[in-house]
C-alpha cells in the first residue's frame, strides 16, 4: 500500500502548493490594488487614524484635527474660516472623502506618502505614531479675507481670484456663497449627513459647494478687450495706445446687417486704443476681432491660457474661445460675449500676464510639502507658462488700463499712492439677454519699482441687484481694489 | 511490551538493532513544546502592546493555561505513547495557541463587541482547547491499540449516518447562514457533529476497507489504461457518493459533502492500489456539485461570490433582497489578505474585523493574513503541511493496513479540510462553512481534532514501537567472531 500512499503524499502537498500560490497571488501580486480598492474601508480608516496634517497660510494653519470617539475613524478634520478657506482647501469629510488639496495631497496630510516612507520607517522602530506632512500654501490671509468679505458684503453669488503676476502665486481664491467643511468632516448620518445633503445643488439652488474661482466659466465681457487689445498690439495692426483706429459707429459686423451697439454715447468712432479701452468701445474691439480673423484672436486666448485645463495642483475649468467662427461671431467673441467663456482665476492671468510685462507664470497655490518635522519634502518652482505679449506691448497695455483706473470706468479701484491698471466688463447672459449681467472687474497694483505684487479678477452675479445697477466699476471694482490693498499692506 | 516472551527463535536476531536503536524522540517534543508555548505568548503580549499599549492582564494566566495543556498532553504521551510522532503534539500546540491568540485579539475589536451576537471566545476556546486534550489523554489511556477500533467497523458507520443527520433533525439544527450543520444543544451553544463525523467515518472505511479490499482491487476490463472495477464492486462508493450528494442538498454544505467524498477517495485508492477509483470519484464529484448547484440557489450564491467577491459586496450593500443571503465577506477577506501585504500590519494593528460575523471562525485565516501578512500565512500552511506530512508518514511506517488505512484517511481529511477552508478564505475554491482545524474559534472543530491527533499519535506510537527485545539470547556467544591470530 506503500505507492499510493506516497501518491497521496504527493497529493497533499499539491495542496499546500496550490494554497501557497494562491497567498502569494492576493499578498503579493494584487495586495496593493486590494489595499487601494476604493470600497476597502481600510482605505478611509487610515485617512483618518492619525491627525491629519495641517494646510497653512502665512504660516499658520487654517485646519485642525479632532477626535472622534466611538468609531473606527479616529479622527476627523476641523477648519478655521471653513467658509471663506473651502474654494482652496476642499474638504475631507469621514464619509463624503475629501476633494481639491485634501484630496491631491492626501497622502503628505495622511503621512502615508512614499516621500515619507524613510521617516514612517524610522518612527516605527522607534515606536512614534504616524504623523501627517503640512501642505503649506502661496495665499495671502489679508487678501483673501478681503475677497471673501466684499463679496459676503455683496450678498450674490461670486468669486474672486488673485495672483502674484511675478510668480503665478495664488494670493487669494474666493467663492461665495461658501459651505463650512467641518459641518459633514464627520461620520454621522444625521448631522454630517444632513448638513451634507442641505449643501447638494438639488437642495440648495444656489450651489454653495461650486468653486466659482476655479470651476465656473462666466462670459468675461468687457475685460475680455485686453486680450483684444493684446491681439492687435502683438499683431502689429495698431503699434500704439494714442494712434486713430480705423473704427466707424455705428460698425455694421462684417458679413451681417446687424450693428454691434456700445453703451450709451461714448466717444467710440475711430477712437484710440487707449480711448477705446477707457470707454469700453465694443465697436472698436469687435471690429479688431473680426479684422484680425478668429486664428489670431485663439492664438492670442490660447497663450493667455484660455481652452485647457490648469492644475493649480486643483484643476481649474477650461475656459473657452471657440475655434470655428465666422467673423461677426469672432467680433462678438473679441468683447467676451457670444461662446466666450472664462473662470475668474482665467481673468487675473489676463490682468497678470499684462502686469509682468507680458509673461504668463503658471498659477499654483500650493508653495511646499512639508514632513511632519516641519522639513520641506518638495518646494514648488515658479514657471512661465507662455508669453503673451512683448515687454513693449505689455506696457503700452498697461498704460492704456492704468487710464481705465485713473479716468475711465474703473475708477472705483483707485488706490492712494499706488499705480492701477483694470478693466471693467458687464456680460450679458440669458437667452434675449433677459438675466442680470455678471459684473466683472480684472486689476493689477504696481509697485514703486514697475514690479506688481498683485493682479486679481472679480466676478459678482447678482440676482437681487437692480439691472442698471450692475456693473463692472460699480460692484466688482471695490472688492479688487481691497485685494489689492491687502496685498501691498502685508508687503509692508 | 511483555517481557514474558522468552522465545529464543534465531528469527528475532533483527529486531535486536532496533531494541536498541529506536530512540523516542520524547525530549525532541519536550524542547518543540517550549517553543510552540513560548511563541504564542509572546504573540500575546504583541497584541496587548498594539492595542492597549500594555502587556495583557491575562498573560501569566494564559501562558499558564497553554503551557499546563502542552505538559498535560506531552506527559500522556511520553506515558502511554512513548514511541509516538514528535512533531504532532508541538505542532498542533503552536497552532492552538497561535488561534488562540488571534481570536483574543478580535475579542478586542470595538467593530465585533457592538454585534448581537458577540461572546467573549477566547476563554471559552481555551476551555474547548482544554477539553480537546483532555479528549487525546482519554485516547491515549484508553485506545492501547488502534486495531481494537476495526471491531466498531459497523457500529461507526451507524455513528457517523447519526451524526450526520443530527442537524436536519427538526428542533435541534440551526441553520447559520445558509448552512445547515450545526445543532443547538440549549445552554450549551452549538455543536457541529459533521467534526467528529469525520473521525467516525475514518474508522468505518478503514475497516471496511481493509475487509474488502481484495475484491475491489479486482479488475473487469481495460479500458484506456485503467483497470475498471467490476460493477458490483461499484455499490460502496455510490452509497458514500449518495450520502455526500444528500448532504450537500440538505445541509447546503460543499465544504463537508466534499470532505467525506475525498476521503473515502483517497482511502479507497490507498486500499487498492487503483488509480481508475480516482478518476471515478472526481467524476462523480464533478457531476455530484454540479447538479446540486444547478438547482441550490446556496450553492450557486457561493459560487458567484467566489467568481467575483467585488459584485457580491455590491449587492450586499445595496441591500439586494432576491432570497438568498449575500454577503460581502468574501470580498472583506480579500482586502484583508491585500492590505496585509508581504509582512502584514503586526498583530493588533489589521482592520480585520471588517469581516464581521465569522471574523473568528470561518475566516479567521483572514487576520492572520492582515497581521501576519504573506509571511504568516505561508508559515502557518506550512505548518499544516508538515502536519499532513507527519500524518502520511505514520501511515507508511504502520505496519497493519487498517492502521495506514484510518492514518492516511485522518491526515488526507485534514489536508482537504484546510485546503477547502484557507482555499474558500483566499478565494481559490467557492466559500463553504468551515472551520480551520486548530486555529478557528469552534468547540467541535477543537475537540475533534485533538482527538484526531490522539489517533494518529497512537498509530505512529505503534508503528514506532521496537519490537519486544529478546531476553540475552545463548545463541549469541557462538556467533562470535573468531579472529584468526
Known amino acids: 500500500m506503500n505507492?499510493?500512499?506516497?501518491?497521496?503524499?504527493?497529493?497533499?502537498?499539491?495542496?499546500?502548493?496550490?494554497?501557497?500560490?494562491?497567498?502569494?497571488?492576493?499578498?503579493?501580486?494584487?495586495?496593493?490594488?486590494?489595499?487601494?480598492?476604493?470600497?476597502?474601508?481600510?482605505?478611509?480608516?487610515?485617512?483618518?487614524?492619525?491627525?491629519?496634517?495641517?494646510?497653512?497660510?502665512?504660516?499658520?494653519?487654517?485646519?485642525?484635527?479632532?477626535?472622534?470617539?466611538?468609531?473606527?475613524?479616529?479622527?476627523?478634520?476641523?477648519?478655521?474660516?471653513?467658509?471663506?478657506?473651502?474654494?482652496?482647501?476642499?474638504?475631507?469629510?469621514?464619509?463624503?472623502?475629501?476633494?481639491?488639496?485634501?484630496?491631491?495631497?492626501?497622502?503628505?496630510?495622511?503621512?502615508?506618502?512614499?516621500?515619507?516612507?524613510?521617516?514612517?520607517?524610522?518612527?516605527?522602530?522607534?515606536?512614534?505614531?504616524?504623523?501627517?506632512?503640512?501642505?503649506?500654501?502661496?495665499?495671502?490671509?489679508?487678501?483673501?479675507?478681503?475677497?471673501?468679505?466684499?463679496?459676503?458684503?455683496?450678498?450674490?453669488?461670486?468669486?474672486?481670484?488673485?495672483?502674484?503676476?511675478?510668480?503665478?502665486?495664488?494670493?487669494?481664491?474666493?467663492?461665495?456663497?461658501?459651505?463650512?467643511?467641518?459641518?459633514?468632516?464627520?461620520?454621522?448620518?444625521?448631522?454630517?449627513?444632513?448638513?451634507?445633503?442641505?449643501?447638494?445643488?438639488?437642495?440648495?439652488?444656489?450651489?454653495?459647494?461650486?468653486?466659482?474661482?476655479?470651476?465656473?466659466?462666466?462670459?468675461?465681457?468687457?475685460?475680455?478687450?485686453?486680450?483684444?487689445?493684446?491681439?492687435?498690439?502683438?499683431?502689429?495692426?495698431?503699434?500704439?495706445?494714442?494712434?486713430?483706429?480705423?473704427?466707424?459707429?455705428?460698425?455694421?459686423?462684417?458679413?451681417?446687417?446687424?450693428?454691434?451697439?456700445?453703451?450709451?454715447?461714448?466717444?467710440?468712432?475711430?477712437?484710440?486704443?487707449?480711448?477705446?479701452?477707457?470707454?469700453?468701445?465694443?465697436?472698436?474691439?469687435?471690429?479688431?476681432?473680426?479684422?484680425?480673423?478668429?486664428?489670431?484672436?485663439?492664438?492670442?486666448?490660447?497663450?493667455?491660457?484660455?481652452?485647457?485645463?490648469?492644475?493649480?495642483?486643483?484643476?481649474?475649468?477650461?475656459?473657452?474661445?471657440?475655434?470655428?467662427?465666422?467673423?461677426?461671431?469672432?467680433?462678438?467673441?473679441?468683447?467676451?460675449?457670444?461662446?466666450?467663456?472664462?473662470?475668474?482665476?482665467?481673468?487675473?492671468?489676463?490682468?497678470?500676464?499684462?502686469?509682468?510685462?507680458?509673461?504668463?507664470?503658471?498659477?499654483?497655490?500650493?508653495?511646499?510639502?512639508?514632513?511632519?518635522?516641519?522639513?520641506?519634502?518638495?518646494?514648488?518652482?515658479?514657471?512661465?507658462?507662455?508669453?503673451?505679449?512683448?515687454?513693449?506691448?505689455?506696457?503700452?497695455?498697461?498704460?492704456?488700463?492704468?487710464?481705465?483706473?485713473?479716468?475711465?470706468?474703473?475708477?472705483?479701484?483707485?488706490?492712494?499712492?499706488?499705480?492701477?491698471?483694470?478693466?471693467?466688463?458687464?456680460?450679458?447672459?440669458?437667452?434675449?439677454?433677459?438675466?442680470?449681467?455678471?459684473?466683472?472687474?480684472?486689476?493689477?497694483?504696481?509697485?514703486?519699482?514697475?514690479?506688481?505684487?498683485?493682479?486679481?479678477?472679480?466676478?459678482?452675479?447678482?440676482?437681487?441687484?437692480?439691472?442698471?445697477?450692475?456693473?463692472?466699476?460699480?460692484?466688482?471694482?471695490?472688492?479688487?481694489?481691497?485685494?489689492?490693498?491687502?496685498?501691498?499692506?502685508?508687503?509692508? | 511490551m511483555s517481557g514474558t516472551n522468552t522465545s529464543h527463535s534465531p528469527t528475532h536476531h533483527t529486531s535486536t538493532i532496533g531494541a536498541i536503536g529506536a530512540p523516542s524522540r520524547r525530549n525532541t517534543e519536550l524542547a518543540l513544546l517550549v517553543f510552540a508555548v513560548v511563541i504564542p505568548v509572546f504573540a500575546y503580549a504583541n497584541v496587548g502592546l498594539a492595542l492597549h499599549d500594555s502587556v495583557p492582564p491575562g498573560l501569566l494566566s494564559y501562558g499558564l493555561g497553554l503551557g499546563l495543556l502542552a505538559g498535560v498532553g506531552h506527559l500522556a504521551v511520553r506515558k502511554f505513547a512513548p514511541y509516538a510522532d514528535p512533531l504532532m503534539l508541538p505542532l498542533a500546540t503552536l497552532l492552538n495557541g497561535l488561534g488562540l491568540v488571534i481570536i483574543w485579539r478580535l475579542d478586542q475589536s470595538e467593530k465585533l463587541q457592538a454585534s448581537k451576537q458577540f461572546v467573549e471566545a477566547a476563554p471559552r476556546q481555551l476551555l474547548y482547547s482544554a477539553m480537546g486534550v483532555a479528549l487525546l489523554v482519554v485516547v491515549l489511556i484508553f485506545l492501547k491499540d488502534h486495531r481494537v477500533l476495526q471491531r466498531y467497523t459497523y457500529i461507526s458507520m451507524a455513528g457517523a449516518l447519526f451524526l450526520l443527520i443530527l442537524p436536519l433533525v427538526p428542533g435541534l439544527g440551526a441553520n447559520i447562514y445558509g448552512a445547515k450543520i450545526w445543532i443547538k444543544i440549549p445552554g450549551l451553544g452549538t455543536l457541529q457533529p459533521g467534526e467528529f463525523a469525520k473521525i467516525v467515518l475514518a474508522v468505518f472505511f478503514a475497516g471496511y476497507l481493509m475487509v474488502k479490499r481484495d475484491a475491489l482491487a479486482l479488475a473487469s476490463r481495460r479500458f484506456m489504461g485503467l483497470y475498471l472495477p467490476r460493477g458490483r464492486d461499484l455499490g460502496p462508493i455510490l452509497v458514500v457518493w449518495a450520502i455526500s450528494i444528500l448532504i450537500l442538498v440538505f445541509e447546503t454544505d460543499l465544504g463537508t459533502s466534499l470532505l467525506f467524498f475525498g476521503m473515502f477517495i483517497i482511502m479507497l485508492y490507498v486500499a487498492t492500489e487503483r488509480t481508475s477509483w480516482i478518476v471515478f470519484g472526481l467524476l462523480m464529484s464533478a457531476v455530484g456539485a454540479v447538479g446540486v448547484a444547478s438547482f441550490e440557489p446556496h450553492i450557486q450564491t457561493r459560487v458567484q461570490a467566489w467568481l467575483d467577491p467585488a459584485r457580491e459586496f455590491a449587492l450586499s450593500r445595496a441591500g439586494v433582497q432576491d432570497g438568498v443571503v449575500h454577503s460581502e465577506q468574501a470580498m472583506q477577506a480579500l482586502w484583508a489578505f491585500g492590505s496585509g501585504g508581504t509582512l502584514g500590519t503586526g498583530l493588533g494593528q489589521g482592520n480585520s474585523d471588517l469581516i464581521g460575523f465569522a471574523a473568528n471562525s470561518d475566516f479567521i485565516l483572514a487576520t492572520f493574513g492582515e497581521e501576519l501578512g504573506l509571511a504568516g500565512v505561508m508559515a502557518i500552511m506550512l505548518l499544516y503541511g508538515l502536519i499532513v506530512e507527519r500524518g502520511v508518514r505514520t501511515a507508511l511506517a504502520a505496519r497493519d493496513p487498517f492502521g495506514k488505512l484510518l492514518a492516511i484517511g485522518l491526515s488526507g481529511a485534514f489536508a482537504l479540510q484546510v485546503f477547502v477552508v484557507a482555499g474558500g478564505v483566499m478565494g481559490l475554491i467557492p466559500l463553504t462553512g468551515m472551520t480551520l482545524p486548530f486555529v478557528a474559534y469552534g468547540g467541535s472543530s477543537v475537540i475533534a481534532n485533538w482527538a484526531l491527533i490522539g489517533i494518529l499519535l497512537r498509530i505512529s506510537d505503534t508503528a514506532r514501537r521496537p519490537a519486544p527485545a529478546p531476553a540475552a539470547n545463548p545463541d549469541a556467544e557462538m556467533t562470535q567472531v573468531v579472529r584468526p591470530s
Not at chain 1, 434675449?432 to 472679480?458: L, Q
Request: with cysteine.
Open chain 1, 3 to 492: 505507492k499510493p500512499l506516497r501518491r497521496i503524499a504527493i497529493f497533499c502537498g499539491l495542496l499546500v502548493l496550490a494554497l501557497l500560490i494562491r497567498d502569494n497571488w492576493i499578498q503579493y501580486v494584487q495586495a496593493d490594488e486590494l489595499r487601494t480598492d476604493k470600497n476597502n474601508r481600510r482605505v478611509i480608516i487610515e485617512r483618518y487614524a492619525s491627525p491629519r496634517g495641517d494646510i497653512i497660510v502665512d504660516g499658520k494653519p487654517i485646519t485642525g484635527s479632532a477626535e472622534t470617539p466611538g468609531s473606527d475613524f479616529k479622527f476627523k478634520r476641523t477648519y478655521k474660516d471653513g467658509a471663506m478657506w473651502a474654494p482652496v482647501t476642499g474638504y475631507a469629510s469621514q464619509a463624503f472623502g475629501a476633494s481639491q488639496i485634501e484630496n491631491i495631497e492626501d497622502g503628505i496630510l495622511t503621512g502615508n506618502d512614499d516621500r515619507l516612507f524613510f521617516r514612517n520607517t524610522l518612527d516605527m522602530l522607534t515606536g512614534k505614531k504616524q504623523q501627517g506632512g503640512n501642505v503649506v500654501t502661496t495665499l495671502n490671509a489679508a487678501a483673501q479675507k478681503a475677497a471673501y468679505n466684499g463679496l459676503k458684503r455683496q450678498g450674490g453669488k461670486g468669486a474672486v481670484a488673485a495672483l502674484d503676476p511675478s510668480t503665478g502665486k495664488i494670493l487669494a481664491l474666493a467663492s461665495y456663497p461658501s459651505y463650512d467643511p467641518s459641518s459633514f468632516a464627520g461620520n454621522s448620518t444625521s448631522k454630517d449627513g444632513g448638513a451634507w445633503s442641505k449643501l447638494q445643488k438639488k437642495n440648495n439652488p444656489n450651489d454653495p459647494m461650486l468653486n466659482r474661482a476655479l470651476r465656473e466659466t462666466y462670459p468675461p465681457g468687457s475685460t475680455f478687450k485686453v486680450v483684444t487689445a493684446a491681439a492687435a498690439l502683438e499683431d502689429g495692426k495698431y503699434t500704439s495706445a494714442d494712434a486713430k483706429t480705423d473704427s466707424p459707429d455705428p460698425w455694421t459686423m462684417t458679413g451681417t446687417n446687424t450693428e454691434l451697439p456700445n453703451e450709451g454715447n461714448i466717444p467710440c468712432k475711430n477712437a484710440t486704443l487707449r480711448v477705446a479701452l477707457q470707454y469700453s468701445c465694443n465697436t472698436v474691439f469687435g471690429k479688431i476681432g473680426a479684422d484680425l480673423g478668429n486664428d489670431k484672436m485663439l492664438d492670442m486666448a490660447k497663450k493667455f491660457g484660455f481652452d485647457e485645463e490648469h492644475f493649480t495642483p486643483v484643476r481649474a475649468n477650461a475656459s473657452v474661445f471657440s475655434d470655428d467662427m465666422n467673423p461677426s461671431q469672432t467680433a462678438l467673441s473679441s468683447i467676451g460675449q457670444f461662446n466666450t467663456a472664462a473662470t475668474p482665476l482665467q481673468m487675473a492671468m489676463v490682468a497678470s500676464a499684462v502686469a509682468n510685462d507680458g509673461k504668463l507664470m503658471k498659477p499654483y497655490m500650493v508653495d511646499e510639502l512639508q514632513s511632519p518635522g516641519v522639513d520641506p519634502i518638495a518646494k514648488t518652482d515658479p514657471e512661465e507658462l507662455s508669453q503673451p505679449l512683448s515687454p513693449e506691448n505689455a506696457q503700452i497695455l498697461q498704460s492704456m488700463m492704468e487710464t481705465v483706473v485713473d479716468k475711465g470706468t474703473g475708477s472705483n479701484a483707485k488706490i492712494d499712492g499706488v499705480k492701477v491698471g483694470g478693466k471693467t466688463g458687464t456680460a450679458q447672459h440669458g437667452v434675449d439677454n433677459s438675466e442680470n449681467p455678471y459684473a466683472w472687474f480684472i486689476s493689477y497694483a504696481k509697485g514703486d519699482d514697475g514690479s506688481s505684487p498683485v493682479a486679481v479678477a472679480v466676478v459678482v452675479e447678482d440676482d437681487n441687484a437692480v439691472r442698471d445697477d450692475i456693473s463692472g466699476g460699480g460692484l466688482a471694482a471695490p472688492i479688487a481694489r481691497n485685494v489689492m490693498e491687502a496685498v501691498i499692506n502685508s508687503k509692508k
